[in-house]
């Protein structure tokens, strides 16, 4: 006889059991922990778009910032002609990248020790801030209002300085909580920190341009069109501070911060020196070529065209800038493909290539002013390619969260250090030659490339080839200060507040018989959000309006739609429906709460649990049960009954024939429906759930009075792992009071009886359920002579198991509880089931370990 292998028995080494060639399902649900080590996910796909989104935002508003000093000065020169020296200039350009190294290296250790929110915030305000005091400086003199903007600059730019370290911190988390964003996390690094940093450029030079055209290029409106530039840059701080007010916390910085302890940093430096070295340097080297060029485009380009207007200046400058774009989406899709290390020593080696052509052919290319242009840009594209596409990533991956704001802002420092002298000395340059522009822009260009040269050699010896799995990183950090002696307390208490975390809009797929019970559970629990529902049927838009959500005709019309954040799952749709679509979900990064039966056949069944472990989400199935007070007073009182030796169970009720009809048709056959799929498998999780695993069953099946395929009940004898020995009584075409539901009440659709459908038998006492009185002998004499008395327990005062289950599912989910009951647990269920239903056919006792695939 085959006998089923379980691939993840087989994953799981410890839980094989070998007894002559047959692998065994553990019976031991706890055993099988396949969820063990990866990390809660907090975000959504909807959270981790704005999270990616804002972020870009903010680096882009950075950006614009730096830039906007170096293309103003064009005005500023023309306004203070006699005041604004080349030192004066040096003095506010590089007041904000001052202020930047401040920020990012006072941020990295904020965002580290009171977390990624309060970093955010608090960049958010210094920002906000320094560019409102920028707009409106005045000063009694000119040299009074240099200062003042000197100041002011100083101030925005240590909140734009936090940017790096919070924004590029809480990119690598927050996209480590997805699958799909994990496997694109270059690309969308290089979106974040690349082609939102060369808009803000971009932006930098079209904002005065555009305010130039406005104001009809009069010199005495220069004034007004410098401080309307500034002011505009506080458009995109203010806008997003909401949203970091409110952003939720990642998994990674909830399991692996360390915000209690000061960590030994001598340690971190003696483990990751070589990424932290190659990221720092080339990052310095980066900035050294990239922010000149970038800072004095319009210079440039106004040298190349002597005498022109200052909108064909800022116009030139614009265009050049706009070259910075198609680098960042071919070096952000290359570093995915190829690699970080690669793809940063590509893009050096090419722009150094081509800095040098430009340097030694200078003088012929400028004589064509677009030629100059296009070269120039491409030299300035190639630049993002490389390591302006990656370099924030290989800055944040490859260090373990508990220093990541930190060993960023440092690396971030460097690089800002590297663009303050790059700024100083390119301007100088320039200014040494005095009318020949010429030569002036030849050494620039063979200057940079041949920091090029150096930056790619750097990326080669330095950057690691690939960037480590996140999770593992931080594991293997604490694993590495264990061994060091240190004890470190790791993860934020705080964070364990459901009330700080956002994550609770749920989907119901399915709105049948089992479907309105869980659609209206989800609006009774305190924090979760209906998100939409899923039917296909057509009173649907009558629901649609009752609930107040969105109603979707499928899964996939569900998943297409953008604007929907669905952070979990309910699926409540026929039991042959229930893998594929709950597959369907994991993969597209949604947790599932699945209704009972996780499967109609044990090959399926450990296909979705396949696909729970590498889906890195959570999978529970819906035995409600184990929530409701009579299942869970049960399991309180047993220990009071002694060793338990026997029980007998009963579910008989009589099932209507529009029961059966269509569209539930599946009920009549005995692969989909049937008690067996349908009851049973409730049974049998609730005597897991009191007594462990069943071992062995044995099933006569019961009369049957209708003509389907399924059957219609058995009588039923167990034997469990205990020794302990039962009987159960199952039918659906009988008329009886006695059943769960008609026990306890549960289900609104059965009217209650409160007859007893379970009793238990114990060394010390014996329990019927729901009647709840435990039989015993008290201070007597244990003998059939002495006088049994009656002891009636408690039954705890709970929510309807619907809602408790929900609660619990979150709770799963955010990393606060374990699972009741996931796949593996309620596989066990389903093997019984598939036991029962071979020994009816078979006429015999059938081991659990004997299950035929089949």
């Known amino acids: 006889m ?42 959504s796909k909807r959270s981790i778009f704005f999270m990616v989104l804002f972020s870009g935002l903010a680096i882009g508003s950075d950006a614009y910032n730096s830039a906007l000093m170096g293309q103003l000065l064009l005005l500023l020169s023309a306004l203070y002609p006699d005041t604004l020296s080349v030192a004066t200039q040096s003095q506010l350009t590089n007041a904000f990248i001052i202020g930047l190294i401040l920020g990012m290296l006072a941020f990295g250790f904020v965002s580290d020790r009171l977390g990624r929110k309060s970093g955010a915030v608090l960049t958010t305000l210094f920002l906000s801030v320094g560019i409102i005091m920028t707009a409106v400086a005045h000063g009694t003199s000119d040299k009074g209002l240099f200062w003042m903007l000197t100041v002011s600059r100083g101030i925005a730019g240590f909140g734009a300085g936090g940017e790096y370290p919070v924004s590029g911190a809480g990119t690598a988390e927050s996209t480590d909580d997805s699958p799909r964003a994990r496997r694109h996390r270059g690309f969308i690094f290089a979106m974040v920190a690349d ?195 990656t370099i924030v990533a290989t800055s944040s991956e490859f260090v373990p969260t508990s220093i990541r704001g930190q060993m960023l802002g440092l690396c971030a420092a460097v690089s800002k250090a590297g ?76 964070a364990k507040d459901p009330k700080k975390v956002v994550f609770d809009a749920i989907a119901i797929i399915g709105q049948g018989a089992i479907g309105p019970r869980h659609t209206d559970a989800v609006l009774d629990v305190t924090g979760a959000a209906l998100a939409c529902i899923v039917d296909p049927h057509p009173d ?75 889906s890195n989400r959570k999978l529970l199935i819906g035995h409600h049960r184990r929530f409701n007070p009579f299942a869970v007073a049960v399991k309180q009182h047993l220990p009071s009954l002694g060793r338990i030796i026997a029980i007998n169970g009963l579910w008989t009720l009589y099932k209507p024939s529009s029961y059966f009809d269509p569209p539930t048709e599946w009920r009549r056959l005995s692969s989909t429906g049937g008690p067996i799929l349908i009851n049973l498998i409730h049974e049998v999780d609730l005597l897991h759930y009191w007594y462990g695993p069943i071992t062995r069953v044995y099933a006569e099946p019961a009369p049957k009075q209708r003509s389907f395929d399924a059957e219609e009940g058995a009588a039923i004898t167990l034997r469990f792992e205990s020794g302990m020995v039962g009987t159960f009584l199952l039918c659906d075409a009988v008329v009886s009071p006695y059943s769960f539901e008609g026990g306890t009440g549960e289900n609104p659709n059965i009217p209650r009886t409160g007859k007893d459908f379970h009793r238990v038998f114990g060394t010390e006492g014996s329990l019927s359920v729901p009647d709840m009185t435990r039989w015993e002998y008290g201070d007597a004499e244990k003998s059939w002579s002495s006088e049994l008395v009656g002891v009636k327990l408690e039954v705890p005062d709970m929510k309807v198991p619907f809602v408790e289950q929900i609660e619990h599912f979150l709770r799963v989910i955010r990393g606060e509880e374990k699972a009741r009951c996931d796949g593996v647990e309620a596989l066990r269920a389903v093997v019984v089931c598939e036991a029962v239903k071979m020994s009816m056919k078979e006429r015999r006792p059938v081991e659990i370990a004997e299950i035929s695939a089949t």
């Open 540 to 614: 649907s838009a009558a629901k649609s309006i009752k609930y107040n959500c969105p109603i979707f005709a499928s899964v996939d019309a569900m998943l297409q739609d953008k604007d929907v954040r669905i952070d979990a799952a309910i699926v409540c749709t026929p039991n042959h429906t229930h893998v594929a679509l709950s597959q369907q979900l994991l993969l597209a990064g949604i947790h599932v709460l699945c209704e009972k039966p996780i499967c109609t056949d044990i090959p399926s069944g450990l296909s979705l649990i396949q696909t729970t472990n590498v």
């Open 195 to 389: 082609v939102s940093a060369s808009l803000g450029f971009i932006f930098s030079g079209l904002v005065p341009l555009l305010l130039l055209l406005c104001f009809h290029e009069r010199e005495a409106h220069y004034e007004k069109i410098w401080r309307i530039a500034f002011a505009l840059g506080v458009i995109p701080p203010v806008s997003i501070f909401w949203f970091r007010w409110r952003m939720a916390m990642s998994s990674a910085e909830r399991r692996s911060s360390a915000r209690n302890t000061i960590l030994p940093y001598h340690l971190a430096i003696k483990r990751y020196w070589r990424p932290l070295l190659g990221s720092a340097a080339a990052w310095f080297i980066y900035n050294y070529i990239a922010y000149p060029f970038g800072l004095f485009s319009s210079s440039i380009s106004a040298s190349v065209n002597a005498g022109d207007s200052l909108v064909k200046s800022y116009g030139w400058g614009t265009l050049i800038n706009c070259f910075y774009l198609p680098g960042g989406f071919i070096g952000g899709y290359l570093s995915d493909k190829i690699g970080r290390r690669k793809t940063m020593a590509l893009g050096f080696g090419l722009q150094a290539c081509l800095g040098f052509i430009m340097g030694g052919c200078l003088e012929s290319i400028q004589k064509s002013t677009p030629l100059f242009i296009v070269l120039y840009g491409l030299f300035l594209t190639l630049g993002e390619v490389g390591p302006g596409a």
């Open 419 to 494: 663009a303050a002298i790059g700024t100083s000395v390119f301007k100088p340059i320039l200014a040494s030659y005095g009318d020949d522009t010429v030569r002036g822009n030849q050494a620039v260009f063979l200057i940079g490339s041949g920091f090029a040269v150096l930056g790619m050699l750097v990326a080669w010896f330095f950057i690691p080839a690939n960037p480590p799995n996140l999770v593992e990183e931080d594991e293997n950090w604490k694993i590495y200060l264990q061994d060091a002696g240190y004890e470190i307390q790791w993860g934020d208490d705080k």
């Open 2 to 43: 085959d006998t089923i292998s379980s691939p993840l028995d087989e994953t799981k080494g410890k839980d094989e059991e070998k007894n002559n060639g047959t692998t065994q399902i553990a019976p031991a649900a706890t055993d099988l922990d396949f969820e063990e080590g990866h990390a809660p996910v907090l975000y």
